[in-house]
């Protein structure tokens, strides 16, 4: 845990090291506000508080079904709502290779919420029911699939989506859309071949890719921390390495997350070549169900900060707060009880989406 303290209190030294540059696309906000906020407007800094607070009641829902026995397992994303939802916001959506795709690993709620995700489907996919739109009752939490939104289904097998992810960054390079590739993960899993995979092919002279790859860094794999498993000093470092753009940001900051995001996705998108993300981030309820998925004190809590900050600074007021987080509470228990009365994915849809077209996988029937 002490290690978690320390990250959040070198919030201020991870900004400075990040190289700041005029932000584009954004209508600035004037006045005294300006510096707290970085000259973000006032109604997306609502818009985000309001999908943050979304995705935590989202994933706090999701572990209370998890905790009565309505669903097997939980894992999910509570601590990453300052990175996923500017992420969410500022990915272009659609489907084919005009849009941006993307490769989210088992953190992604607040991507999905932001982009659009009903509460209920995410609850529909740890819920086990066949009205899952992602996987039709067969996968865990926060295994999303969204084809209409280019959402890559989600892998239980940590950081192959680095390498798949080249390939819809491929078809992007031909098609010249200025759309992009985001891949996300873990920082444990960047010790697996596919990370080091993934930036010597989004790298190589004259052949770069669009591609936006992004690292999660929570100080944890599972029980595993951080410090005893690197020799780099940042991952970021290992982006670098092959002439890639490459920054470490606040990811409990939604302000400067939307801001190093527009950023680096507006370059992507000019000259069709990589960027990397280290984004340094809590860990509120421990890896997952496997450890508990108890609350874990003494990290900083991004939707918390967030909202004192707007509140200060009279963007909010305490009643409209107490509002947004009560009516994401009867949403999220009103869902579960629906939910429940849904039924489970039937034993002849296990074969369903196996093959292209839903052809028959049952080797028996050959
Ligand atoms: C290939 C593979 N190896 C091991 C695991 C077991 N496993 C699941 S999550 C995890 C830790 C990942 O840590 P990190 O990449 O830092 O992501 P975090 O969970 O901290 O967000 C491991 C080892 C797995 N799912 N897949
Ligand atoms: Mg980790």
Request: contains cysteine; proline residues 4%.
């Amino acid at each position: 845990m002490q290690v978690q303290v320390s990250r959040a209190k070198n919030s201020k030294k991870i900004s400075s090291r990040v190289n700041k540059k005029k932000s584009v696309g954004v209508k600035k906000a004037t006045g005294s506000k300006k510096n707290l906020f970085s000259g973000l407007p006032k109604e997306l800094l609502l818009h985000m508080h309001d999908l943050m607070v979304k995705s935590r009641v989202l994933e706090e829902r999701l572990i209370k079904i998890y905790k009565a026995g309505d669903a097997f397992f939980w894992i999910g994303a509570p601590g990453e709502e300052a990175w996923g939802v500017p992420l969410g916001l500022l990915t272009k959506k659609g489907q084919g290779p005009k849009y941006d795709y993307l490769h989210l690993h088992y953190r992604g709620t607040p991507t999905l919420v932001a982009m659009g995700m009903p509460m209920i489907d995410s609850i529909r996919l740890i819920m086990n029911r066949s009205t899952d739109p992602s996987t039709g009752g067969r996968n865990f939490s926060n295994h999303y699939c969204y084809p209409q939104w280019n959402v890559a289904p989600v892998s239980s097998p940590i950081e192959v989506q680095y390498g798949m992810a080249l390939g819809t960054a491929h078809v992007q390079k031909r098609h010249k859309s200025q759309a992009l590739t985001v891949v996300t993960g873990g920082d444990a899993g960047t010790a697996e071949g596919d990370f080091a995979t993934c930036l010597v092919w989004a790298s190589r002279r004259g052949q770069e890719l669009p591609m936006l790859i992004t690292v999660q860094n929570n100080g944890w794999g599972i029980s595993t921390a951080f410090e005893g498993q690197h020799g780099e000093t940042e991952i970021a470092d290992r982006a670098r390495a092959f002439n890639i753009r490459s920054r470490v940001i606040n990811g409990n900051d939604p302000v400067e997350t939307y801001l190093a995001l527009q950023e680096e996705m507006a370059a992507i998108r000019k000259t069709g070549k990589p960027s990397f993300i280290e984004a340094r981030l809590s860990r509120l309820y421990g890896h997952s169900s496997a450890s508990g998925a108890n609350f874990v004190g003494g990290e900083l809590d991004c939707v918390r900060e967030f909202e004192k900050k707007l509140l200060t600074s009279g963007y909010l007021k305490e009643s409209q707060a107490k509002k947004i987080w009560e009516a994401y509470e009867k949403e999220g228990f009103e869902a579960q009880q629906q939910v429940r009365t849904e039924p489970g994915p039937s034993s002849e849809s296990i074969w369903d989406h196996v093959y292209a077209d839903n052809e028959n996988a049952d080797w028996r029937k050959f």
